[in-house]
């Protein structure tokens, strides 16, 4: 694959970063706030993964795609983790991510299918243990908590499996022979739910009253000028965001259909438009990553704007007086545009 390929794909990766992005923040700012940067940090891991997998290092691409994955699960991350480690010569986590594709994502029949074959391929050189318990459990694996109750393990060896309930936590050893399945049943532990002790250490003054003497420090506050910055603020950021989200997209697919022309190019022999070709793809790429990198910190800036923004008080005095307004064009007169509409 070509330089320019490879970018090519490189830059397809950022572009599903901007999709990830396009939550509507607005509606509830910061609960999409978060959830749009977890989307964007999981974009961001897949580039990473992407650009490692294409330079063979298939180990460091397996982190950066599970961690893709953990922030925002999704059967083509996993399935890309998956066939990461089984390049690197993993095969028992390969395994375990297998299954764990399988049962989270049971429409992806494709992915299904591959996955499949990564179990029968390895099933017969590890112990696969299922556990199930009969209440809601989280799964440990000599005191490391597992995000899916089946996993393989290694043959003629002493593994601590525990589940934490509600009333406590049940461990029980297990190990097995190459090729061997091994289902552990774990059963809740009588007893009154255990509940986590939330109350304040003395002198932090949090959950006192709000009384109206000097020593009262509680956090609630009834004070309209601790409700935090100005609304206007993240509505400036999501607005600039936007406009460069635009530009990224239509400087992306430009260099997309660059790539294309140039492999083109190289396919029919024309070696000397290919090498101007070359140069300007290299150009566009360089143009296209900057973006996405401002993109990336227009994004993040909109993300602490939308945690720290005061959207209560007075509908009337809160009510956002500034609106974006932007687009992208295709074609002969490409380009993006942005602009605000409105006043503080």
């Known amino acids: 694959m070509t330089r320019l390929a490879k970018a090519g794909t490189r830059l397809a990766v950022g572009l599903l970063a901007l999709g990830l992005f396009s939550t509507p923040l607005v509606q509830a700012p910061v609960a999409h706030a978060q959830d749009a940067q977890r989307r964007q940090g999981a974009a961001a891991a897949f580039d990473r993964g992407t650009a490692a997998f294409l330079d063979e290092d298939y180990a460091t691409a397996a982190r950066w795609f599970e961690m893709a994955n953990n922030l925002a699960p999704a059967a083509p991350a996993l399935l890309q983790a998956i066939r990461s480690h089984a390049e690197a010569g993993n095969r028992q986590r390969a395994g375990t991510l297998a299954l764990r594709l399988i049962a989270r994502f049971p429409d992806a029949d494709a992915s299904i299918t591959e996955a499949q074959a990564i179990i029968d391929s390895v099933r017969a050189d590890y112990v696969l243990v299922e556990v199930t318990c009969d209440a809601e459990c989280a799964v440990e694996l000599d005191g490391t908590l597992q995000s899916h109750p089946a996993f393989f393990l290694e043959p003629d060896r002493d593994y601590e499996i525990g589940a934490g309930f509600d ?22 532990p009588e007893g009154p739910v255990l509940v986590p002790d939330t109350t304040p250490p003395e002198g932090t003054g949090l959950g006192q009253g ?112 500034l609106r974006p307004v932007g687009g992208v064009a295709f074609g002969a007169s490409r380009g993006g545009h942005l602009g605000l509409e409105g006043r503080f």
Request: glycine share 14%.
């Open 167 to 188: 009333s406590g936590t049940v461990t029980e050893s297990v190990a097995g022979d190459a090729g061997e399945q091994r289902t552990l049943h774990l059963v809740r």
């Open 210 to 321: 709000s009384g109206s003497g000097s020593g009262s420090t509680g956090v609630a506050s009834s004070d309209p000028e601790s409700g935090g910055v100005s609304p206007a603020l993240f509505y400036v950021g999501l607005a600039l965001t936007v406009g460069a989200g635009a530009t990224l997209a239509w400087s992306g697919v430009d260099t997309l259909n660059a790539a294309d022309e140039y492999e083109q190019t190289v396919a029919a022999g024309d070696i000397t438009t290919a090498r101007a070709m070359l140069d300007d793809g290299q150009k566009k790429e360089l143009r296209t990553n900057v973006l996405i990198g401002v993109t990336a910190g227009l994004a993040a800036l909109t993300v602490v704007f939308a945690i720290i923004a005061d959207f209560g008080g007075d509908n009337e005095e809160s009510e956002a007086r």
